[in-house]
C-alpha cells in the first residue's frame, strides 16, 4: 500500500511540514497513514512508529518512514527539489489553466490532501493551507499571483474556503463518476430508440440556445425563486461585486456572475444561467 501511494504520501507530508524540516507529529503522520492508506488500530500505529529510525515521543522522520516502507531516499530528495519557483509573473486566467489542468489529474488525491486540513469536516481550510496544497501538488505561486487567486474565490473575504467550492467554480468536475453512468443510460436508451422514432425527432426544430430543452413553466419557477432569494440577500451579493470590482466600473465577469449567484442564492447549471440572463436581457461588454 505504501509503496503504492508513495508519491502521494510524500506530497501530502511535505504539505504538513511547512518548516521543511523531513519531520511531522505523531498527530499530523497517523492523519496523513489513514487519510491516503486506511485507519488504523493504537496496537498498529505503535507497530509502524517502532519501525522508523529516528522517532521521537513528539515528531516522526517520514522520509525514514518513506525509504523503509516504499523507495530509496534519495528518490524523495530529487523529487523535493522539483517544487521550483515561478519566474515570471503569470496572469489569473493562466493560473486558473494551470490549476485546472493539473488538478484535473489527479483529483482525488487532491480533495483527500484537503482533508487533512478540513478539521472540523465542514469543507473548509485556511488560505495558508490552500496555498501550501497549491503549490506541492501542482506549483509554486508569488504572493501577488496567489492574492489574485485568493481574492477571486473568497467571495466572502474570510480567512477560510470551502475547497469543494473553490473546485467547482475552478470549473472542475466533481462528479465524473455519476456523469459517466448517465452519458451510458443515454446511449442505452438510443439504442432503444425505433428507426422511426429517430427519424421523427430529426425533423425537430434545432435551437441555438442552450437552454432549449428548459419548459418555459420550468423556467418561471426558477425565476420566481431567484428574485425572491435575491432580494434577500442582496446586500451581500453588492458587497461581493465591489469586491471583485476593484476599478469601480460596474461590471464583472461572467463566471464571477455566476460564481456569485451559486454561492449566496442556489447552484445554477449553466443552461439555466443563460436563459436567467437572456430573460433579463444580459449583455456581454466588450470592456
Request: glycine share 4%; with cysteine; hydrophobic share 35%.
Amino acid at each position: 500500500k505504501v509503496a503504492a501511494k508513495e508519491d502521494e504520501l510524500r506530497q501530502a507530508f511535505q504539505i504538513v511540514d511547512i518548516d521543511q524540516t523531513l519531520k511531522v507529529t505523531m498527530g499530523e503522520f497517523r492523519r496523513v497513514i489513514e487519510t491516503f492508506i486506511f485507519p488504523l488500530t493504537q496496537e498498529q500505529f505503535d507497530a509502524i512508529l517502532a519501525k522508523i529510525p529516528g522517532t521521537s515521543k513528539v515528531t516522526v522522520p517520514y522520509f525514514e518512514f518513506l525509504s523503509r516502507f516504499a523507495k530509496p531516499i534519495r528518490s524523495l530528495c530529487t523529487k523535493w527539489s522539483n517544487i521550483g519557483d515561478s519566474s515570471h509573473t503569470r496572469t489569473l486566467s493562466q493560473l486558473e489553466s494551470l490549476l485546472r489542468e493539473k488538478i484535473s489529474k489527479k483529483l482525488k488525491h487532491f480533495i483527500k490532501t484537503c482533508r487533512l486540513f478540513d478539521y472540523n469536516q465542514n469543507g473548509q481550510i485556511q488560505r495558508h493551507e490552500l496555498r501550501r496544497i497549491l503549490e506541492v501538488n501542482c506549483f509554486k505561486m508569488t504572493d501577488c499571483e496567489y492574492d489574485k487567486l485568493w481574492n477571486r474565490y473568497c467571495i466572502c473575504r474570510t480567512n477560510t474556503l470551502n475547497y469543494k467550492e473553490f473546485l467547482q467554480y475552478l470549473g472542475i468536475n466533481l462528479d465524473q463518476k455519476k456523469k459517466r453512468i448517465m452519458e451510458n443510460q443515454d446511449s442505452v436508451q438510443n439504442q432503444n430508440f425505433s428507426p422511426e422514432s429517430k427519424k421523427s425527432q430529426s425533423k425537430l426544430p434545432s435551437s441555438t440556445t442552450t437552454g432549449y430543452n428548459l419548459t418555459k413553466i420550468h423556467l418561471d419557477g426558477i425565476a420566481k425563486d431567484f428574485r425572491e432569494k435575491l432580494c434577500a440577500v442582496y446586500q451581500d451579493v453588492v458587497k461581493a461585486f465591489r469586491a471583485f470590482d476593484v476599478g469601480r466600473s460596474g461590471f464583472v465577469s461572467l463566471e464571477y456572475l455566476k460564481s456569485v449567484l451559486n454561492t449566496f442564492i442556489f447552484p445554477i447549471r449553466t443552461d439555466v444561467f443563460q436563459e436567467l440572463m437572456n430573460r433579463i436581457k444580459m449583455e456581454r461588454s466588450q470592456k
